[in-house]
């Protein structure tokens, strides 16, 4: 009888821990879950598979239009300013632009939104000479976790550009662990814009169109050496 007693005893306490660890995982975060179950991917595997999905968007998008909206502000002298342009990209020629009406602030027009823009050209004819500046060419790749963001499972790599060069971002980039693609990003120019721009900090979304991931939305912070701090948004 004592057996038979102390048995259920045990047995009792046994049902008691499991269902605390039943309640304690329903209580975790999904992100913590998704990460717990998780097994450690080889990081030559990741950064191969985003090489070949950044080459796979460059074959296979051969052209686009699109509006672009530019809104800026200073902290120094309160001035604001908003552009709208309308970009046209080509797989072989890169970008050019034609500016759809602006008003504001002529300062920040002619110091931080026309400077952007001549960079946003500037990059796209590299990428159409190199197929993408996101290369091992260009980056030193550290897979230093996994994350969720925008509710897509994504792999964190920290980005270290090997020279300095205002093309190249140093800081995260998350990518999507089901096609690879770039989600979203943070960091600075790994070489100043310009005299006047500095090395913003970067925030930048990407939203997927088509089977594709596109920069959607673009939040900077400019310390500028006129204006002071500016912020930027490009939409």
């Not at 632009?97 to 110091?111: N, Y």
């Not at 943070?186 to 169109?209: M, N």
Request: overall charge positive; aromatic content about 8%.
């Amino acid at each position: 009888m004592r057996r038979r007693d102390d048995s259920r005893g045990s047995s009792v306490a046994l049902t008691g821990r499991l269902s605390l660890i039943l309640v304690a995982a329903a209580l975790l975060p999904p992100f913590l879950l998704w990460a717990a179950q998780d097994t450690i991917p080889d990081q030559g595997d990741v950064i191969q598979s985003i090489m070949r999905a950044t080459a796979a968007r460059f074959d296979k998008v051969e052209a686009y239009t699109r509006l672009q909206h530019y809104s800026a502000s200073d902290d120094r002298f309160g001035l604001k300013a908003e552009m709208l342009v309308r970009i046209h990209y080509d797989h072989a020629a890169g970008k050019t632009f034609e500016i759809v009406s602006r008003r504001g602030s002529p300062l920040i027009q002619s110091r931080v939104f026309n400077p952007l823009l001549r960079e946003e050209v500037e990059t796209s004819k590299l990428l159409a000479q190199e197929g993408s500046l996101l290369t091992t060419h260009n980056y030193s790749f550290t897979l230093i976790g996994q994350a969720v963001i925008a509710g897509r499972p994504c792999y964190l790599l920290e980005l270290s550009p090997p020279r300095k060069d205002k093309h190249l971002i140093r800081g995260r980039a998350w990518v999507d662990k089901e096609d690879f693609g770039v989600v979203h990003i943070e960091g600075s120019p790994a070489e100043s814009l310009s005299f006047w721009i500095g090395k913003p900090v970067i925030i930048q979304d990407f939203e997927k169109l088509s089977g594709f991931w596109f920069a959607a939305r673009r939040h900077s912070v400019i310390n500028g050496l006129l204006t002071g701090r500016s912020v930027l948004t490009v939409e």
